[in-house]
């Protein structure tokens, strides 16, 4: 009987280890690609649709500080945003679209930016655009972390009692009469 030298044995080791670590590797991508999965690394539970919208506080473009909690019983858009993320400036007209048919009936956007230059960045960009809704300046990207966002543009629709009714990933036609319509619920039905 001849006996396995320690070399052969490795060698046949090999595949079999090399399978296991494809099969590891593949779950922890599929994991993390979840966007609906338990899985998370930071051990908070995911913010999203039914979860109460955490609370911040960030300057405007003039410097005063706006508060999520200002705007309780009305419905917020909420934009995490910035003037570099060609998809933001993609839906940036239909947002004042947005804002323009529903400001004044329990309606708010408020469009964060995470630009690292801030108002320098910013300010030209909404009067470029003619963007007449409020952006707030968040240097230090914290509504980020807050909001748990993967990139932007991404957005939430926060009900009146601060409840996240809609959580958006991505670009979208803010003033199409479906987006109007749910909005226009939210303000109603409540």
Same mark, same amino acid.
Not at 41 to 56: C, H, I
């Given at each position: ?121 910013? =300010?030209?960009?909404? !009067?470029?655009? %003619?963007?007449?809704?409020? &952006?707030?300046? /968040?240097?230090?990207?914290? @509504?980020?972390? *807050? ?15 601060? =409840?996240?009714?809609? !959580?958006?990933? %991505?670009?979208?036609?803010? &003033?199409?009469? /479906?987006?109007?319509?749910? @909005?226009?619920? *939210?303000?109603?039905?409540?």
């Amino acid at each position: 009987m001849q006996e396995d030298n320690p070399k052969d044995r490795k060698l046949k080791l090999q595949p079999i280890m090399l399978v296991v670590l494809i099969l590891i590797g593949g779950g922890i991508i599929f994991l993390l690609q979840t966007k609906d999965s338990s899985f998370n690394l930071s051990g908070k539970p995911r913010l999203g649709k039914g979860a109460a919208a955490p609370d911040f506080s960030l300057p405007g473009l003039d410097g005063k500080m706006i508060t999520l909690a200002d705007y309780k019983g009305k419905v917020v858009f909420l934009n995490i945003w910035a003037t570099w993320c060609p998809p933001c400036v993609q839906e940036m007209p239909s947002m004042e679209k947005l804002y323009q048919e529903l400001n004044g009936e329990g309606f708010e956007i408020l469009a964060v930016s995470i630009d690292a230059s801030g108002g320098e960045a910013v =300010i030209p960009f909404m !009067k470029k655009y %003619g963007l007449s809704f409020p &952006a707030l300046l /968040d240097t230090k990207g914290s @509504i980020k972390s *807050l909001y748990q966002t993967t990139g932007v543009p991404e957005s939430f629709i926060i009900d009146k009692n601060g =409840i996240i009714a809609e !959580k958006i990933i %991505g670009p979208r036609e803010w &003033a199409s009469p /479906d987006a109007i319509r749910f @909005i226009r619920n *939210l303000i109603q039905n409540q």
